[in-house]
């Protein structure tokens, strides 16, 4: 059974500093996805990884795909506020998308 | 906006009850998606259904049925309620069945059963 886990599953973050969450998963896939949901919203898609070694970047936010080590990691450079929200990976095998617990972050000034 | 859109926003009603969410997926999108998002469960994948067909079931129960209709839009029925099955529900939609693409999630629907 395709498993995914995120960790940390809270994260505080203070403004300006740098931090990493982990994605992990237990069967082989090259497809990963990063979401973001806002308190009470849909989720929305922010990163596509469909190959091993696969980097995105996007503002403060760069993700990147290891297939072999089954991992994937979302880092937040120089934390802001406009960052606080609760960031979900997924993996898709064969049609079935699974999404890890979400991490949940928050900016402190 | 995704260009995916549920209704009802919010529903409530009470056990035993049986309600039914809509979903229209975006233009040209043939795969819907159903999850089940609460708090101590959190985003559960239920089932997907590609171009009118059930493609993949994930922890759906038996009292909960999903379609998808010739013009794409897709119905979840949740039947015999119980007060664990309040939760949020999304779909979602992608252009591809599978290996999929990225999903496209419409707002929700808030299911409230007292």
């Known amino acids: 059974e395709l498993k995914v886990e995120q960790n940390p599953l809270f994260l505080s973050m203070q403004e300006k500093k740098n931090y990493t969450i982990y994605c992990n998963y237990s069967?082989?896939?090259?497809?990963l996805y990063w979401y973001r949901q806002d308190p009470g919203k849909s989720l929305e898609s922010l990163f596509v990884?469909?190959?091993?070694?696969a980097v995105k970047q996007e503002g403060r936010l760069m993700a990147s795909l290891d297939t072999k080590a089954r991992l994937s990691t979302l880092h937040i450079t120089a934390a802001v506020h406009d960052l606080s929200a609760t960031y979900f990976c997924a993996v898709d095998r064969y049609a079935d998308m699974r999404f890890g617990a979400g991490t949940r972050l928050t900016v402190k000034p | 906006d995704s260009g995916v859109t549920q209704t009802p926003k919010h529903l409530i009603t009470a056990t035993g009850q049986r309600v039914t969410l809509r979903c229209s997926p975006r233009?040209?999108?043939?795969?819907v998606y159903w999850y089940q998002q609460s708090l101590d469960q959190g985003l559960q994948f239920l089932i997907q259904?590609?171009?009118?067909?059930?493609?993949a079931k994930g922890n759906i129960l038996e009292r909960f049925s999903a379609q998808q209709f010739p013009d794409l839009h897709s119905e979840l029925n949740l039947s015999s309620l119980e007060l664990g099955d309040s939760a949020l529900y999304f779909c979602?939609?992608?252009?591809?069945?599978?290996?999929?693409?990225?999903?496209?999630f419409g707002e929700g629907s808030r299911l409230t059963v007292l």
């Open positions: 259904y590609y171009n009118g067909e059930e493609r």
């Open positions: 990884l469909l190959s091993n070694g």
């Open positions: 069967t082989t896939s090259d497809r």
């Open positions: 979602a939609s992608s252009a591809t069945s599978g290996p999929t693409g990225e999903l496209f």
């Open positions: 233009s040209g999108d043939l795969s």
